[in-house]
């Protein structure tokens, strides 16, 4: 049986503790390895706790894919495998973020992953101003990059430390984040319309849709998207998501969902990327009595659609005011979603958790409960405060990607 492998680099300085928290660094299966977020917090022995030794977004970005680089190697993978990263950074950040391109460029050179950024209302337990997460893949050194030159504005993409979709191998591609932005030539830059419909016909229409289509794949492929929200549009969002499907939208995916601070561009409502799987070994998993997809598995890869605290019998949030009563019927939901798909909790081999500026603080709780459900197997685990969560009353949400044996 191919186990989960937890990845435990002999050398890690920043934190000789790191086998004592409740997540792996890493782990790995069948030649994918999920990253957890990493922060440039160091372990201070004098004062037994965590410190960022550098207000700059920009070195604590260098500590980052310095820890970054020693846990890839440790797993025998390489950075030129990398194949996706997401950046949630704070507010306070913004007037270096955008310089952090040069320190990717050096990390990636010719070479880059899809990405997102997106702001985040905290990142809790740490003083940190970005937390970044990352995904490799065996083969991910050899992307096929797609540029979707019928965009007038394709030539940009030759600058940029990110690819905006790419092949690995023959079943997988990879799209990184992208708004509903417009190209006006006689302006000579990008135009944001009205509203988050507008913004999402866009995504798909023009933007995402662009890269699939001079990649020659059908939207249908899509089998994972994250929709980054911004707090502005979250009832539009929750609205339309109930609605018919936009043109162009793939309908049959594993939908995961942040709403973020804000997104980097001012004026965009909605960021979404997306992952394609080619292969036929396809299955979408609806359960009976929960809404949408739930899940999709993509040969032994299953991508879950977000989940609360909601008793779907009854259709209400559980545990209002109780947050671990919260992540309990969560992660409930995800055993559900995944004994569906013919995996388990042991296969969870990535989360994102999610939590409300009111549970912010309530980090115990989350190790706990996860210790409780994966003992020694933990998962690569990323934990941001979101600005809301689209269910009223829920207080956190989990995103996950498990792997079969």
């Known amino acids: 049986m191919n186990r989960k492998r937890i990845i435990t680099p002999e050398y890690y300085p920043w934190d000789p503790n790191y086998k004592d928290n409740a997540r792996s660094l890493a782990v790995e299966r069948h030649g994918i390895l999920c990253v957890s977020g990493l922060t440039a917090e160091v372990y201070d022995g004098q004062r037994n706790t965590y410190v960022i030794n550098d207000i700059s977004l920009l070195r604590q970005m260098e500590i ?104 690995v191998g023959d079943h997988w591609f990879w799209m990184s984040g992208t708004t509903g932005r417009m190209y006006q030539e006689g302006r000579g830059r990008d135009v944001y319309p009205e509203g988050i419909q507008s913004q999402e016909e866009l995504i798909w229409g023009s933007s995402l849709g662009e890269i699939l289509k001079e990649a020659g794949i059908d939207a249908n492929s899509v089998v994972r998207t994250t929709d980054y929200v911004h707090p502005a549009a979250v009832s539009d969002y929750k609205r339309q998501s109930v609605s018919t499907s936009l043109s162009g939208q793939p309908t049959r995916r594993a939908k995961e969902v942040l709403v973020v601070n804000r997104l980097l561009r001012s004026a ?98 989350l190790d706990d409960i996860r210790r409780k459900i994966f003992g020694n197997a933990l998962p690569a685990v990323t934990t941001v405060t979101g600005n809301s969560l689209l269910q009223t009353g829920a207080d956190f949400s989990l995103n996950a990607w498990a792997i079969l044996a």
């Open 268 to 365: 965009a409502l909605l960021e979404t990327d997306a992952t394609c799987y080619l292969g036929t070994d396809k299955e979408i998993i609806a359960p009976d009595g929960i809404p949408g997809i739930s899940a999709v598995r993509c040969g032994k890869v299953v991508f879950c659609s977000s989940q609360g605290p909601i008793d779907y019998k009854g259709q209400f949030v559980v545990g209002k005011g109780y947050f671990d009563a919260q992540v309990e019927q969560t992660y409930h939901n995800l055993d559900e979603v995944l004994r569906c798909a013919g995996a388990s909790l042991k296969d969870v081999v990535r989360t994102i958790e999610i939590t409300s500026p009111q549970t912010y603080y309530k980090q115990q709780v």
């Open 64 to 167: 980052i894919f310095e820890k970054l680089e020693t846990i890839i190697q440790s797993a025998d993978y390489d950075l030129k495998d990398v194949v996706y990263t997401v950046d949630y950074a704070l507010q306070a950040g913004i007037p270096e973020y955008r310089k952090t391109a040069d320190i990717r460029h050096a990390v990636f050179g010719e070479n880059p992953p899809a990405a997102v950024g997106v702001l985040v209302e905290g990142i809790p337990s740490s003083s940190a101003l970005i937390i970044m997460n990352a995904v490799a893949m065996k083969g991910g050194r050899n992307k096929r990059v797609v540029i979707p030159r019928t965009s007038p504005t394709w030539k940009r993409y030759n600058s940029l430390t990110f690819s905006p979709g790419f092949y």
